[in-house]
């Protein structure tokens, strides 16, 4: 099966080509359908099985078949994160590309000037965390009288963090007449119970977890503190036996930020995230996939369509929010057979991401205690020990592993290590 089997429109079928997409994945393949239908939905999957596309690729189609003359706000996209709902923001902004809709992303934590300039000029479609839009409509910022379509993300999480009662009350908001889109990983009986009063004679679509890594990556973990990532990769690029490297940030902005990093260290190094044109991002598939390029650096987003053959080495230089799009990752390498390693930074704010991965894949990963920033993992982050050497990653022996290098001068070590490592 193809996107074409799919009844999408050719606006659509050219962004999901400009993002290197033709194969929908299961959940795609069976909730675009009844969405383009203009069904309700009730959806039973993980973050990393393409979930975000199934809702969002057939709604911008039914909203770009009818006009908007009075900007009024149409869809309602409600998630629990600030992150996931900037990817969601990036998922509407690649698939979009082609048509004349907007959106908008608001979220606590930053000042509302800027959110609420964007929703007076008009927005089609409006990304939002539950405490900032509680806030918004309150303030009559957001007017939800014309919507069309509104979307429960990650119900599962709203109840675990407590929003349960603020998703509650935005609900009561809601026009009657409307189509609802209802996802969540898990349904206990208060999911349950809030479906069954949002939801119209919905379709049922249900798909399994992934939860295993090929058996052919090798997987270890480096605790080390934000602020020195940057240094510990320079450091573990320096084995040339990393000879076609993809690595995984959170953000399309992380991505440039590491990109531009390694570029000033002599590594060849390109980035793709969804703000990226199709050239711009053909021209990196192909200098990485070519080897002009020794490093590919990519946001989740962008990096789902990348199928390039020969990739020895992943690293997650940000663990995954979602521990299954960890073994998505991962994923990239170690195909057809062949051997791969999966190296994964680790700092203090992320233990309980990597919990959660060791969960999920039943299986602790190997910690390399041996590498210069041991240490520095503290929500301090210290600057590392002194008189110990270059970490040897690229062969295999994961922990305790000791490098061939040198060690260098403390001096330049910490110097180094300067380099921001932090998330914007």
Same mark, same amino acid.
């Given at each position: 099966?193809?996107?074409l089997?799919?009844?999408? *429109?050719e606006?659509l079928?050219?962004?999901?080509g400009? @993002?290197?997409?033709?194969?929908?994945?299961?959940?795609?393949?069976?909730a675009?359908?009844p969405?383009?239908?203009?069904?309700?939905v009730?959806?039973?999957?993980?973050?990393?099985?393409g979930?975000?596309?199934a809702?969002?690729v057939?709604?911008?189609?039914?909203?770009?078949?009818?006009?908007?003359?009075?900007?009024k706000?149409?869809?309602?996209?409600?998630?629990?994160?600030?992150?996931?709902?900037?990817q969601?923001?990036?998922s509407l902004?690649?698939?979009?590309?082609?048509l004349?809709?907007?959106?908008?992303?608001?979220?606590?934590?930053?000042?509302?000037?800027?959110?609420?300039?964007?929703?007076? !000029?008009?927005? $089609?479609?409006?990304v939002?965390?539950?405490?900032?839009?509680?806030?918004?409509?309150?303030?009559?910022?957001?007017?939800?009288?014309?919507?069309?379509?509104?979307?429960?993300?990650?119900?599962?999480?709203?109840?675990?963090?407590?929003?349960?009662?603020?998703?509650?009350?935005?609900?009561a908001?809601?026009?009657?007449q409307r189509?609802?889109?209802?996802?969540?990983?898990?349904?206990?009986?208060?999911i349950?119970?809030?479906?069954?009063?949002?939801?119209?004679?919905p379709?049922?679509?249900?798909?399994?977890?992934v939860s295993?890594?090929?058996?052919?990556?090798?997987?270890?973990?480096y605790?080390?503190?934000?602020?020195?990532?940057?240094?510990?990769?320079?450091?573990?690029?320096?084995?040339?036996?990393?000879?076609?490297?993809?690595?995984?940030?959170?953000?399309?902005?992380?991505?440039?930020?590491?990109?531009?990093?390694?570029?000033?260290?002599?590594v060849?190094?390109?980035?793709?995230?969804?703000?990226?044109?199709?050239?711009?991002?053909?021209? @990196?598939?192909?200098?990485?996939?070519?080897?002009?390029?020794?490093?590919?650096? @990519?946001? $989740?987003?962008?990096a789902?369509?990348?199928?390039? $053959?020969?990739?020895?080495?992943?690293?997650?230089?940000e663990?995954?929010?979602?521990?299954?799009?960890?073994?998505?990752?991962?994923?990239?390498?170690g195909?057809a057979? !062949?051997?791969?390693?999966?190296?994964s930074f680790?700092?203090?704010?992320?233990?309980?991401?990597l919990?959660?991965?060791?969960?999920?894949?039943?299986?602790?990963? *190997?910690i390399?205690?041996?590498?210069?920033?041991?240490? *520095?993992?503290?929500?301090?982050?210290?600057?590392?020990?002194?008189?110990?050497?270059?970490?040897?990653?690229?062969?295999?022996?994961?922990?305790?592993?000791?490098? !061939?290098s040198?060690?260098?001068?403390?001096?330049?070590?910490?110097a180094?290590?300067?380099s921001?490592?932090?998330?914007?």
């Amino acid at each position: 099966m193809s996107f074409l089997d799919l009844g999408l *429109s050719e606006p659509l079928l050219r962004a999901l080509g400009d @993002a290197g997409y033709t194969t929908p994945t299961p959940i795609q393949a069976q909730a675009i359908p009844p969405v383009l239908a203009g069904r309700d939905v009730f959806g039973c999957a993980q973050t990393g099985t393409g979930k975000t596309a199934a809702f969002t690729v057939p709604l911008l189609q039914r909203l770009a078949a009818t006009k908007n003359p009075g900007r009024k706000l149409r869809c309602l996209i409600l998630t629990p994160t600030r992150e996931l709902a900037a990817q969601i923001g990036e998922s509407l902004q690649t698939y979009g590309r082609h048509l004349r809709l907007s959106h908008s992303v608001v979220f606590g934590g930053v000042g509302q000037g800027a959110q609420v300039s964007a929703l007076r !000029r008009g927005v $089609d479609t409006l990304v939002a965390c539950p405490g900032r839009l509680l806030d918004l409509l309150n303030q009559g910022h957001v007017k939800l009288d014309g919507l069309e379509a509104f979307i429960l993300d990650e119900a599962d999480r709203m109840l675990d963090m407590g929003f349960i009662h603020d998703v509650k009350r935005i609900i009561a908001h809601l026009p009657k007449q409307r189509q609802t889109l209802f996802f969540s990983a898990t349904v206990p009986q208060e999911i349950r119970e809030l479906a069954s009063t949002l939801l119209n004679d919905p379709v049922d679509v249900r798909i399994a977890a992934v939860s295993s890594a090929a058996e052919t990556v090798e997987q270890s973990i480096y605790h080390v503190g934000r602020s020195h990532k940057v240094a510990l990769l320079r450091d573990l690029l320096g084995d040339q036996a990393m000879s076609k490297t993809l690595i995984f940030t959170r953000t399309k902005h992380g991505a440039d930020r590491v990109a531009r990093q390694l570029g000033k260290a002599k590594v060849v190094a390109v980035a793709i995230h969804g703000n990226k044109t199709q050239g711009q991002r053909e021209r @990196a598939l192909e200098a990485f996939r070519d080897g002009k390029a020794r490093v590919l650096v @990519a946001s $989740d987003i962008a990096a789902r369509g990348i199928d390039i $053959d020969g990739i020895s080495h992943v690293v997650n230089y940000e663990l995954p929010h979602e521990p299954e799009t960890y073994v998505h990752r991962i994923g990239r390498t170690g195909r057809a057979g !062949r051997s791969g390693r999966a190296i994964s930074f680790c700092d203090h704010d992320e233990r309980k991401r990597l919990q959660a991965i060791q969960k999920l894949i039943n299986r602790r990963l *190997s910690i390399v205690h041996d590498h210069p920033y041991v240490g *520095s993992d503290r929500p301090d982050d210290v600057a590392p020990p002194q008189g110990q050497g270059r970490p040897n990653l690229a062969g295999k022996g994961g922990a305790g592993q000791r490098g !061939r290098s040198p060690a260098r001068p403390a001096s330049r070590r910490v110097a180094s290590s300067r380099s921001p490592g932090r998330r914007r």
